[in-house]
């Protein structure tokens, strides 16, 4: 049934450091290789190598700018993937019981042998992080890899997310986020991990962590540099006279 | 939101059908012999139809069977028991009338909740969407039922009903445009809020996460030309509703005249269901540079 769970012990999640990201994307193409190579796939693409290639991602990274009112501006890249809600809205619409919150974990999923394609849930999701299949018509998602966390045929460092095991940075962590001593929880506390529009009421177990403040001056070189020259002097002078005078 | 031609055609001609249909198990029109055949007919036709055209729109219509399962959580399930109950019931109501000349009243005032109520559910779907403020308001379900009936009336050639029922319809209509234009910066959901960063003059998209479309844009961040938008309006208020309901209210009304006022109405309620779709803002947009 769509109904969801009532409240789980375990939360499995993802922490984003916002201040580590470096904005490189290879979360998107490690979670696209995993999710369309792997038991999960294919996760299609339409036209892929025409002239309007479009195709399904479960974790995208958006890049905004800040300009605060003191200070310089920043660039701040913002991966955004399923929160796997407390409350997901996204469950409770679907018609044909397909999508599902779980009860051992809390990972929301598809089962794509019901979804009808009627996309609701993607409507119903506040951040975009559910997209139809343009080839199988069946609703994607991301899985938190559930084909890899439990998965104990693959080495236990891979037993991860792919995003989280090839972030370069270290801007992504996994971890249980209904256990107050676990490593992502703790890091949630030091940091101020805050959830995505909390106005929607969606209950996100997964957090982001703040980008912190920039140094105001940044320039350490420019006190040593003479300032350049406004008006020209010497022949660049007498040519600027001359061709005035034309 | 983008204004797919399958839940346009779905929502107009449901409204429509079941509006008739309910007009009919009431017993507010109740045509004799051939003619109430027809209309009979007409009123399942358009239902009927209209849970066609609902069954394009699906990624796998083969599994729409499935979508009878959730009703304890879904509206979308809801609407399908409902539309389904209304027509068996009205199928059976039809019948009874046509070929044994039964008329069983408490039947067809059944079938009469049992479409009224799929109308409601179908505005639900809508309605629910915490993500989409302008139709999560009570005023989308008042609306769907009122096009209903007025459209239902109006079909059933009750004039001065459908009349009326246009004119408070067209009201409604006006005032449900003006409120929804509010209602977004009304939920509280903004840029800031979305991302947890800056301040709302302080922050703006830098870099899209993908150049081309994508299912979520096209769908989502469908965005209309806003200059049309207040023309649209017009066309949607002066066919839709004023001009119908003028119709209908003259002296005399024959059928040229009430066929003028059936597609009149047809025609301004499609820009008006049309607008409703085009000018919907779902909050992803915030992720994509739409709207603080």
């Not at chain 1, 018509?137 to 997310?161: A, G, Q, S």
């Not at chain 2, 509006?19 to 109740?30: D, Q, R, V, W």
């Not at chain 2, 109006?154 to 004119?167: E, M, P, R, W, Y």
């Not at chain 2, 030309?225 to 003259?250: C, D, E, S």
Request: proline share 6%; hydrophobic share 45%; aromatic share 8%.
């Amino acid at each position: 049934m769509t109904d969801l769970p009532p409240a789980l012990q375990v939360k499995l999640g993802l922490v984003i450091d916002l201040d580590t990201c470096v904005g490189c994307h290879a979360c998107v193409i490690a979670c696209k290789g995993w999710n369309t190579q792997g038991d999960a796939g294919p996760l299609a693409d339409a036209d892929a190598y025409g002239k309007a290639p479009e195709g399904a991602f479960l974790n995208r990274v958006h890049s905004f700018e800040l300009t605060p009112e003191t200070g310089p501006a920043q660039i701040v890249h913002f991966p955004k993937s399923c929160l796997h809600c407390e409350t997901a809205p996204c469950v409770t619409v679907c018609p044909t019981g397909a999508s599902y919150k779980r009860v051992e974990d809390g990972i929301v999923l598809v089962n794509e042998t019901d979804c009808i394609g009627c996309g609701l849930c993607a409507w119903a999701c506040p951040y975009g992080a559910r997209e139809m299949d343009p080839v199988e018509k069946v609703m994607k998602k991301c899985t938190l890899c559930v084909d890899r966390i439990y998965n104990e045929t693959l080495p236990e460092v891979d037993r991860v997310p792919a995003c989280v095991r090839t972030c370069p940075a270290g801007a992504r962590h996994f971890g249980d986020l209904g256990d107050p001593d676990s490593a992502v929880s703790q890091l949630v506390a030091e940091r101020g991990g805050y959830d995505l529009m909390p106005d929607q009421e969606t209950g996100p177990v997964n957090k982001y962590l703040p980008p912190r403040p920039r140094d105001a001056e940044i320039d350490i070189l420019a006190p040593f540099l003479e300032p350049v020259a406004e008006e020209p002097r010497g022949f660049m002078a007498w040519l600027d006279r001359t061709l005035e005078r034309i | 939101m983008h204004p797919a031609p399958s839940l346009i055609a779905f929502s107009l001609l449901s409204g429509l059908g079941f509006g008739l249909l309910a007009m009919l198990g009431l017993g507010i029109a109740a045509p004799e012999g051939l003619v109430g055949t027809v209309f009979w007919g007409l009123g399942l036709g358009l239902s009927g139809s209209a849970l066609l055209a609902s069954a394009f729109h699906l990624g796998h219509p083969e599994r729409a069977l499935k979508a009878f399962s959730q009703w304890r959580s879904s509206w979308l399930s809801r609407e399908a028991w409902l539309a389904s109950a209304a027509m068996a019931v009205f199928a059976l109501h039809a019948g009874l009338i046509t070929f044994a000349g039964w008329r069983i009243a408490p039947l067809g005032w059944l079938g009469a909740l049992l479409a009224l109520g799929t109308v409601g559910a179908t505005a639900m779907i809508y309605a629910q969407l915490r993500t989409v403020p302008r139709w999560h308001h009570w005023s989308t379900p008042a609306l769907f039922i009122g096009h209903a009936l007025a459209g239902g009336s109006l079909l059933a050639g009750k004039t001065v009903l459908a009349g009326i029922l246009l004119i408070a319809l067209g009201a409604g209509q006006l005032a449900a445009w003006w409120l929804g234009d509010r209602l977004f910066a009304r939920s509280g959901t903004s840029i800031t809020r979305a991302t947890g960063l800056g301040v709302p003059d302080g922050i703006r998209l830098w870099e899209a996460p993908h150049t081309g479309q994508n299912y979520l844009t096209r769908e989502m961040v469908f965005v209309i030309a806003r200059k049309h938008v207040a023309k649209l309006r017009v066309i949607a208020a002066v066919f839709g509703y004023a001009a119908p309901a003028v119709l209908l209210l003259l002296p005399s009304v024959d059928h040229a005249i009430a066929a003028v006022a059936v597609l009149c109405h047809i025609f301004g309620a499609a820009v008006s269901r049309w607008l409703f779709f085009a000018e919907a803002e779902h909050v992803v947009g915030l992720y994509y540079g739409r709207g603080r």
